[in-house]
């Protein structure tokens, strides 16, 4: 009996001991699943906007702002305008003076009317056009060998064979005419002054004999050749007295002389001693006979010695040759009007012809020189503001060279580059957003001015130019760097979906519904319209309040609702449930825990 009531305590035993080893490992199980189930972020299917933008950075520039540059040489006369003046269009701010350019105005009227007169005469000639015509070829000539010398003046050559004592040209410099170039001292007809008391001067003659000495350089004989005037009522002033002298090569104008020699011999006053100069009255100044652009040689130096016609100084002009070659070519013409007047019935329409062609070409030439002449008074091309305008009164302008900016800052605009990618989407009249970082916490609004057709290449992808006007402009200051967002497309009232609630799988976009906090999410097939990075609008498939699956928060980490995400991929069913709360699509998301989790 006794092992009887042991058998079945043992099994008893064995029998609780095996249930509660069940309960306890079906509890870890049912624990174990709830740790891995994954939390679902949730979000309301609501109404609003979709919009999608093309964004870049770029300087802020004003619409209108033009760099004005010469378009003549010359010199600034006068300035109209400073910095920061405001202008209207065609405002004169920089006055120019080039009298060249006015010459070459005045030549050219008078080119163009004795070219309307040949050809006046020759269509109705008179007794006394034969004359006229023969006047004029003996005026042309004239002109010509004018030119021609201004021409040989460009080479400058010794007048004597004298000793280089100074240069004032070098390589490169522009030459006025009569500027001095070459300073010469003729030693072969060099002259001493000395001062002699005018009591002892009285009885000095000229041609009379002296004796002059010179440090380093011994005595040479030399005579009287000039007495100076002296002083009335003075019996110490001294008169100056000049010597002459043979050639004595080495001496130089300034140097110190002693001078010695005998009075008239019926005046017994013994031998006269004064102190006298080398006279620099015996220096000749060679000065250009003509203005030029620039001296391209200089042969000679100080101290050099050249005899007669040994090239100097050598120049260029551009306007000497070009006036050479017109006097030529205007020789040409009057010898072949002269021609055709005297034989007419040689070739009767070609004078005519040739004349016609003369004074269209006069014509132009003067229409030319008016505009030349004209570019010497500077206007702004566009109302605005002054800027950089750093000129002075006298400053040399040469073509090309800026004078200064206007630029209407009233109106302002920026570039910004677009890829290839997103071009097509920017129209001109889309609407801006544009910040700045000079101006923290301000936006702007704009509108696209123009899309640069033509692109250029970085990076194997083509960048295109789009240029963006602001609307208004109140703070804004050329220079500043923008950040610009275009609305390329944009919907303001539609049904919309957050972008990561989304998956599109072989080309159907679908949607996690939530049902439950204890059901599964419905895989819900929708019909979308606009797509950006943040929104979605759904045309079909949702209605408004509709809660969908956004996030799936899984231990280790978080990924899209059901793994699809806008471009494809697997997804897999979902545990427990995260509902999240807000309406509209655009609420702060609130996660609830499943039961049993940490709070």
Not at 89 to 102: A, H
Request: hydrophobic residues 40%.
């Amino acid at each position: 009996m006794r092992r009887v009531v042991r058998w079945v305590a043992g099994v008893l035993i064995l029998v609780l001991v095996g249930g509660g080893g069940w309960f306890y490992w079906q509890q870890r199980a049912k624990a174990a699943a709830a740790q891995v189930r994954p939390r679902l972020l949730t979000e309301a299917v609501g109404r609003g906007p979709v919009q999608s933008l093309v964004s870049g950075t770029g300087p802020v520039a004003s619409v209108n702002g033009v760099t004005v540059k010469a378009n003549v040489q010359g010199t600034v006369s006068q300035l109209l305008a400073k910095d920061g003046d405001i202008v209207k269009s065609g405002q004169t701010v920089v006055e120019l003076t080039n009298e060249s350019l006015v010459a070459s105005l005045n030549q050219a009227q008078i080119d163009y009317d004795k070219a309307k007169a040949d050809l006046e005469n020759v269509l109705n000639p008179d007794s006394t056009a034969r004359r006229a015509q023969e006047l004029k070829l003996e005026s042309a000539r004239l002109t010509l060998t004018q030119r021609q010398a201004d021409v040989a003046n460009l080479k400058v050559v010794s007048p004597c064979s004298c000793v280089v004592v100074g240069v004032s040209v070098a390589t490169g410099d522009a030459v006025k005419n009569d500027a001095p170039l070459v300073s010469l001292f003729d030693d072969n007809h060099p002259s001493v002054v000395a001062q002699i008391p005018q009591t002892l001067a009285a009885y000095i003659r000229p041609g009379q004999p002296a004796q002059v000495t010179i440090s380093g350089f011994g005595s040479n004989p030399g005579q009287v050749s000039l007495i100076g005037a002296g002083t009335a009522g003075a019996k110490d002033a001294a008169v100056p007295v000049t010597f002459t002298l043979p050639a004595w090569p080495g001496i130089r104008p300034g140097m110190q002389a002693q001078v010695g020699l005998t009075p008239d011999l019926n005046i017994a006053l013994g031998y006269i001693e004064a102190n006298g100069t080398v006279s620099t009255t015996d220096i000749k100044e060679v000065r250009s006979r003509v203005a030029a652009d620039a001296v391209t040689r200089v042969a000679v130096a100080v101290g050099d010695h050249v005899e007669r016609n040994d090239l100097l100084v050598e120049m260029q002009s551009d306007p000497l040759q070009v006036q050479l070659q017109q006097a030529v070519n205007e020789v040409a013409v009057q010898e072949l009007d002269l021609k055709n007047l005297v034989e007419p019935l040689a070739d009767p329409n070609g004078s005519v012809r040739q004349l016609q062609t003369k004074v269209m070409s006069a014509d132009n030439t003067l229409r030319s020189r008016h505009t030349d002449v004209d570019d010497l008074t500077v206007e702004a091309p566009v109302g605005g503001t002054i800027s950089a305008l750093n000129l002075h009164i006298g400053d040399r302008i040469t073509p090309g060279g800026a004078l200064f900016r206007v630029a209407d800052y009233t109106s302002m605009q920026v570039e910004i580059s677009v890829d290839e990618l997103d071009v097509a989407k920017v129209k001109p009249g889309l609407p801006a957003t544009i910040t700045l970082d000079a101006l923290p916490g301000k936006k702007f609004t704009g509108k696209v001015l123009k899309v640069n057709p033509e692109g250029v290449f970085k990076n194997d992808i083509a960048n295109f130019m789009v240029t963006v006007q602001f609307n208004e402009t109140d703070g804004l200051m050329a220079g500043m760097n923008a950040t610009v967002s275009v609305q390329v497309q944009g919907k303001t009232d539609v049904l919309r979906v957050p972008a990561r609630a989304v998956q599109v799988n072989q080309g159907r976009a679908m949607v996690r519904v939530f049902k439950g906090e204890n059901e599964q999410p419905e895989l819900r097939p929708v019909e979308i319209g606009l797509r950006t990075s943040e929104w979605v609008e759904v045309i079909k498939g949702l209605n408004e309040g509709d809660r969908v699956v956004t996030t799936e928060v899984r231990q280790g980490g978080t990924q899209p609702a059901g793994g699809f995400g806008m471009f494809g991929g697997a997804g897999r069913p979902a545990g427990g449930i995260v509902p999240a709360g807000g309406g509209g699509g655009g609420g702060a998301v609130q996660i609830r825990r499943p039961e049993g989790g940490r709070q």
